[in-house]
């Protein structure tokens, strides 16, 4: 019965695969032609063509200014929009596996707080100790010192609960809030110009998106995505619980303190340039799973796609829903991504219950029959059963 299903997902990974590239190829072409200045289509891939191909390829049936706005001004920020959903769905995928929550995030655990609380300080303190660097170091620093308070506050007789997990994440999320807002208010003195910036930056946006901001997110998030889908059966077997980790040969606490590293390596990267913006790491896995189960060897590369493709619609929206103005993308997000998230982080216990119901598998085919999710017996036997999907798994 099974090897069908294996089959159909397969085919629905390849399917799903083609089309969020050609997806994001024409994302991008639409995000670059609309604004102010409308562009045809056929131009903006004629202008990004000339760029790429050798001098003459392509004669020039365009403006000066129209090659400025699209190389210059669009262009960089639809893809550093791209890489930012890519980065926040992926760390958020492999925080929902560290954790066995579906509610886990880089915001639930306090992970893009730590990221604002450090790249603030650079704003308002003006500090340059690493050049150009020091927003993204400084987020970084932020972001892993959040993710290392974190572990310790979750830790219970030397062994680290999901629900202490979220616990100490959301605990730790209201702290460093409070230590952002003080910081603004503290900046905001008559004369200081640097707090629009600071108040802008907080709420999420690509506007000042420019070509030198894109090779530090681009290697950081391509980098630790392929490290992490080589992890894709650690991942896997993280969800089965601890002690079946542990019987399988895996080095739970190492993995962990790893995977923790690269989530805030990548949130801080890209918080530094794009702002905090919420939502993206918690809905995104949850719609991936949906097309192609749960095995992360198929829900990392789609999350990637799929939230770098949310990322420049979202923020599309933002530029063209209150035209001439623009909304702060971290706004846009968080519209889209309340109803969602309320809707199915509810759906996914009621599958799971359902699955439980009509799919129980027999004695022995479920390894992990301990976890610490939150609710009751009942919704900790629909989490388990109707988010990973086990008779996929192949070991």
Known sequence: MHPPKKRTRSVNFGLILISLTIGILAAIVLAVSVGSVAIPFDRVVQIILSHLLPNGAIAPQWTATEDRIVWVFRLPRVLLALIVGAALSVSGTTL????????????????SYGATVGAVLVLTLGTTAFGDLSLSVAAFVG??????????????????????????????SYVLSSLTSYLVLRSSQPGNSSVSLI?????????????????????????????????????????????SAVALGVNVERLQIQLFVITSLMVGVVV??????????????????????SDHRRVLPIAALGGGLFMVLMDLVGRIAVAPEELPVGIVTAAFGGPFSYGCC?????LGEVWHETHSPPSGDRPCQSTHFAGGDAQRRGWRSGWTDWPEWQW
């Open 272 to 293: 530094a340039v794009s702002g905090a913006i919420g939502f993206v790491g918690l809905m995104i896995p949850h719609i991936v799973r949906m097309g192609v189960g």
């Open 143 to 172: 972001a892993l010192i959040a993710m290392v308070l974190v572990y310790l506050l979750a830790q219970q007789q030397g062994r680290i609960t999901s629900l202490r997990l979220v616990l100490a994440g959301v605990a730790l």
């Open 199 to 243: 108040l802008s930056w907080l709420a999420g946006s690509f506007g000042r998106a420019q070509w030198q901001h894109l090779g530090l997110p681009t290697i950081v998030v391509v980098l630790m995505t392929g490290y992490l889908m080589l992890q894709s059966r650690s991942l896997n077997v993280l969800l089965m619980g601890d002690e």
């Open 346 to 350: 509810g759906n996914v216990l009621l």
């Open 96 to 111: 929902q596996a560290v954790a066995r929550n579906p509610l886990a995030d880089p915001f639930i655990f306090g992970v």
